[in-house]
């Protein structure tokens, strides 16, 4: 049974370490051919029994308990397994610089990060003359926690060396990579704190960032260079810079005319400095600030999040206890912005227990990645990785493709998928047949094992976090990857951690009980309709507080004190704005986006998003806004039309045009759109003011670079807002 790893923890029917195949030999060679029968039925109704008993405990099983807890009135939960809230992994690691140190000694002789060398780049030119690159990549190559502890401490002097002053901060440009961890536990064991800065935000929040924090040494990918000597007039508190090299060393020289000001040096050269003259650490203290991290705000310029060691080191022991059996056999894949806390939070969980990182990227991650040259491997196939972090948007792309094969192929093939699907849907979401470990081996070896080597063949357990994964999503991974999801809740300001489904819940739409680092409460909004005294849950807006809740936002105390508070008994709470409700099993649902909601003049509640997501699923609309002016009772949309779909009903419908543009404006246009979002509406059950009254169809797409969108192309209302602020005023007249 190959592949039971990953999907004996799912039911989890049968207790660890009793494998039926160890079961059917021995019976074998004792009682031969009666003992196979007699041990197949014994293995068939095992697994049933067990599961019944399992389920009905699951049914009841408390994950989060109310609590008495200080600060403003409202319904707290903690994690049932704790009485007190856990604060690091074992005594002594309480920052991140002394974790890391104890781990590399701890597991000295472990692999710790893998990379894989280039071994050939092509360029190939698409149809329309656009060329892209190609890459084909080796296998992993490792070094172990000790051989990575000695580079950390090499560079970590390198850069004091270098000229760095350790007083002033170093910030971090670069994509995920093992340099960037490795830079990281540098600065750290230097006390240097380190600013973040996500590699797609734009220039503006680029030179904001480094100029608010008074950086004065930059690390980075070297194809930044180039980025950076074109804005170097605007970066005035940098003095050096250091770049990783790619295989084929960027031509540095050519920018050493516009960066003259600046002192630069390749990340190895650093390495060496400080290997020929170690300089003693100066290690930080648990109150210190780690990271500085700037995220993109959907207003204005980005905030700089302050983490403290202490807040990394709560969540990373908190998330250790979540997932089932973490070790030093677990493998994980690393390719998510490491500049996000979700992945740096993820990787520090994994340093703690001890695992084996492989360092990969999103157009590589599979053999049919945008940059893995045909007939070469993928990361995930050439790594093979037990544990691997997801965003949403990801998962949901898996399905689509997965989907769309299985339809190309049609035939036998989809009749097997489409059955082995829903036995295995059925027996997640609770039939007994579910338990039959035989019925379930045979779909994996049909069905499933085909799919699951897209990913390498042995995740036994997904991390997914960023934004609320959809329920069809979680159940085709659970179903088709075999393996449990672990929903998580957090944002940067709760360093990552805030809430985290356990493995055994297969409840879909939810994000577990509060992680054992914090409690989680709810405190009724009374104006936006959600108390905590609603029925049949309480409801409110979800407030974390305990050892992962941020200091607060660097240089901006204003909007620190609007969001952050101390209560009485010392503990920093966060307000995230998200609306919640709590389930009596403890664990928290997130509804509702505070903002994002609206009182309209009669007196009823449109939230903006809800609307949003449910007219998303029409065909016509590609993305979309929805306004509601507090002083009128309708809502109003503006819509960028999908092209193709546009395009194709005029040419059915007949209908004359001379560029998209004139087409978008037409009457007939507007008033077909309208039809089928008025249906879209209706099967989402929306009520009538919360169907858009009027629309405004917009031609030109919403990007990251036209700052209407987030770089997670969230759409950013204010500035949308500020945009279109004529057509909006139109559409209410
Ligand atoms: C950099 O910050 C200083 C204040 O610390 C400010 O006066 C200056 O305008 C900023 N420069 C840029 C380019 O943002
Ligand atoms: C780098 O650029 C300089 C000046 O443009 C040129 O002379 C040199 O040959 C280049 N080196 C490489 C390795 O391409
Ligand atoms: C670490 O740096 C901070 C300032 O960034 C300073 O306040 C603190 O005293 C330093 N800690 C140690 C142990 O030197």
Redesign the pocket.
């Known amino acids: 049974m190959e592949n039971s790893e990953g999907t004996k923890t799912f039911n989890a029917p049968i207790p660890e370490g009793l494998d039926i195949n160890d079961y059917l030999s021995s019976f074998e060679k004792s009682y031969g051919a009666y003992g196979v029968v007699v041990a197949a039925i014994v293995a068939m109704i095992i697994p049933v029994l067990l599961s019944f008993l399992f389920m009905a405990k699951k049914k009841g099983k408390k994950r989060g308990v109310p609590v008495e807890v200080g600060s403003e009135a409202g319904y707290a939960v903690r994690n049932a397994r704790i009485t007190e809230l856990v604060q690091v992994p074992w005594e002594g690691a309480t920052t991140m610089a002394a974790l890391f140190e104890q781990c590399c000694k701890k597991y000295s002789r472990d692999r710790f990060i893998g990379t894989r060398k280039l071994i050939k780049k092509d360029f190939v030119t698409a149809s329309d003359g656009r060329k892209f690159e190609k890459l084909h990549l080796g296998d992993y190559e490792w070094q172990t926690y000790g051989q990575v502890y000695r580079r950390v401490c090499n560079f970590a002097s390198g850069l004091v060396n270098f000229g760095h002053n350790v007083d002033t901060r170093a910030a971090i440009f670069s994509e995920t990579r093992a340099e960037w961890q490795i830079t990281f536990q540098g600065c750290l064991r230097q006390n240097i704190t380190v600013v973040t800065i996500y590699a797609s935000l734009g220039e503006d929040a680029l030179i904001h960032s480094l100029n608010e924090t008074q950086v004065s040494t930059l690390i980075c990918d070297s194809k930044q260079l180039k980025k950076l000597a074109a804005i170097s007039s605007s970066l005035k508190t940098i003095t050096n810079i250091i770049y990783f090299e790619e295989d084929e060393?960027a031509?540095?020289?050519?920018l050493s005319g516009s960066m003259s000001d600046w002192k630069v040096s390749s990340f190895l050269e650093v390495e060496k400095l400080g290997e020929r003259a170690p300089v003693p650490p100066s290690l930080p203290s648990k109150d210190g600030v780690a990271v500085i991290m700037y995220t993109s705000g959907s207003t204005g310029l980005p905030k700089g999040v302050m983490i403290t060691h202490g807040n990394i080191v709560a969540t990373a022991a908190a998330v250790m206890t979540v997932i089932p059996r973490l070790g030093r056999n677990d493998v994980y894949l690393a390719y998510l912005p490491l500049a996000h806390v979700f992945e740096l939070a993820a990787e520090s969980v994994m340093l703690c227990a001890g695992c084996a990182i492989g360092y990969g990227s999103p157009l590589t991650l599979t053999d049919t990645s945008n940059k893995i040259m045909k007939g070469t491997k993928g990361d995930a196939s050439v790594l093979k990785p037990t544990l691997m972090t997801a965003v949403p948007t990801i998962l949901d792309r898996v399905r689509e493709g997965v989907l769309k094969k299985v339809e190309e192929k049609g035939g036998l093939a989809k009749k097997f998928f489409d059955i082995a699907y829903k036995r295995r849907l059925a027996a997640i979401e609770g039939s007994w047949f579910g338990a039959w470990g035989l019925e379930r081996w045979l779909w994996d070896v049909i069905v499933f094992e085909r799919i699951r080597v897209v990913l390498g063949g042995h995740i036994r357990f997904m991390l997914c976090g960023g934004a609320p994964l959809s329920g069809n999503s979680q159940r085709f991974i659970n179903v088709c990857m075999g393996a449990p999801i672990g929903q998580g809740y957090g944002l940067t300001e709760t360093c990552a951690g805030a809430a985290f489904s356990e493995w055994d819940d297969t409840s879909v739409g939810r994000v577990g009980p509060p992680l054992p680092c914090c409690y989680l409460k709810l405190v009724s909004w009374e104006e936006g309709g959600y108390t905590t005294s609603d029925k049949p849950m309480p409801r409110g807006e979800v407030v974390v507080g305990g050892f992962s809740v941020t200091t607060g936002y660097f240089n901006n105390p204003g909007k620190t004190n609007e969001v952050y508070k101390v209560d009485e008994r010392g503990i920093r709470w966060f307000y995230t704005g998200d609306i919640g409700r709590i389930h009596p099993d403890g664990c928290i649902e997130i509804i509702d986006r505070k903002k994002d909601i609206v009182k309209l003049q009669h007196g009823e509640y449109i939230s903006l998003g809800k609307v949003e997501a449910a007219l998303m699923s029409s065909n016509f609309v590609d993305n979309i806004m929805v306004y509601a002016d507090p002083f009128h009772n309708y809502c109003v949309a503006l819509i960028v039309p999908s092209h193709q779909v546009l395009e194709k009903w005029a040419q059915e419908a007949g209908i004359k045009y001379k560029d998209f543009p004139e087409l978008c404006s037409k009457a007939e246009t507007i008033s077909e759109v309208q039809r089928s979002l008025s249906k879209v509406a209706k099967d989402a059950k929306l009520d009538k003011f919360e169907t858009p009254a009027k629309i405004k169809l917009l031609p030109d797409p919403w990007t990251p670079e036209s700052g209407l969108v987030t770089a997670a192309l969230k759409i950013k209302r204010e500035q949308l807002k500020a945009k279109f602020k004529d057509e909006l005023q139109k559409l209410y007249e």
């Not at 031509?251 to 050519?254: E, L, M």
């Open positions: 060393t031509n540095v020289s050519d």
